[in-house]
């Protein structure tokens, strides 16, 4: 018995779908990973040969799955309309490149590196992670501006008054910007401040105020702002899979429009009966 396209498909469906699959694909990076790490130690050359032929079974396993996943779609187009498989075919293509010692080999050496980074692609959760990152980095840049206009504004005044103390450490705006920079990161600062109070005893309110705009303030900013964009993303996909609050709310909206047009419908056709029904009477 021959089986027609979409039984094939079907069953590349049902492959794509199954968790034992899913867990191959994981299991295969994960190990893919550990080969790319032991390969920068002095080893044997026979286990440098047997890593070589591991990496080509890997190489081929992935040529393999991307191809049962694009099998897998009604049409080739929707596989590459989602950027995350576009993001796997890259890196399985780019990996196809051999590893010899030709000119290409650094490049080979770095692409297959980049195969940890399916594990975001295989993991929903880690999808979501990189998607909130993403997305947060707009609104975190305008965190990073106010920051900047903080440490150039202190930059500027550790700069004018503690010039003749330290110059390695405020010669210049830019040099105390970098100083700065130590004492939002708690890098000995207290050396820092001691060293000026030293000749300005009250300077500990210069450094104090900046930590707590530095350390406080704006870190608590970035961490909201990631916070609400995962929030986000998290509603998002619960609303796609059909889970949580998110996808309960979402599957009441869809079927509350189904009902009600189909009681716009039952409403038409109710009409339409009574006109009947009046039109023969008046007859």
Same mark, same amino acid.
């Given at each position: ?17 199954? /968790? ?36 080509? @079974? ?10 049962? +996943? ?10 590459? +309309? ?52 993403? /997305? ?107 889970? @949580?609050?998110? @996808? ?13 047009? +189909?009681?716009?419908?039952?409403? +038409? ?12 009477? @008046?007859?």
């Amino acid at each position: 018995m021959t089986m027609t396209a979409p039984d094939w498909r079907s069953r590349f469906v049902a492959i794509r779908s199954n /968790k034992l699959f899913e867990l191959l694909v994981i299991s295969i990076i994960i190990l893919s990973a550990l080969t790319i790490g032991a390969r920068t130690y002095d080893i044997d050359e026979r286990w440098m040969r047997i890593l070589m032929f591991f990496d080509v @079974g890997v190489t081929v396993f992935f040529l393999i799955e991307i191809l049962i +996943r694009m099998a897998a779609e009604k049409r080739l187009r929707d596989f590459f +309309r989602q950027g995350w498989n576009v993001f796997d075919f890259v890196i399985v293509t780019a990996s196809l490149i051999p590893i010899n010692e030709g000119e290409m080999v650094l490049l080979a050496r770095l692409l297959r590196i980049f195969r940890v980074l399916r594990l975001i692609s295989i993991i929903p959760e880690l999808r979501i992670l990189m998607n909130a990152l993403l /997305k947060a980095i707009p609104r975190m840049g305008y965190v990073v501006l106010f920051m900047f206009i903080i440490f150039y504004i202190y930059g500027a005044i550790g700069s004018f008054f503690f010039e003749h103390i330290n110059h390695t450490l405020w010669g210049d705006i830019s040099i105390a910007m970098l100083t700065l920079f130590r004492v939002a990161t708690f890098e000995d600062w207290t050396d820092v401040m001691y060293e000026t109070m030293a000749v300005y005893p009250l300077s500990w309110i210069f450094y104090l105020s900046f930590i707590f705009l530095t350390a406080f303030v704006f870190l608590n900013m970035m961490i909201g702002v990631v916070l609400d964009v995962m929030q986000s993303e998290h509603e998002k996909f619960n609303r796609e899979q059909g889970e @949580g609050e998110a @996808g309960e709310v979402h599957w009441i909206k869809e079927h509350t429009g189904d009902i009600e047009q +189909r009681l716009e419908r039952m409403e +038409r056709i109710l009409l339409d009966l009574s006109r009947n029904d009046k039109e023969r009477t @008046g007859r």
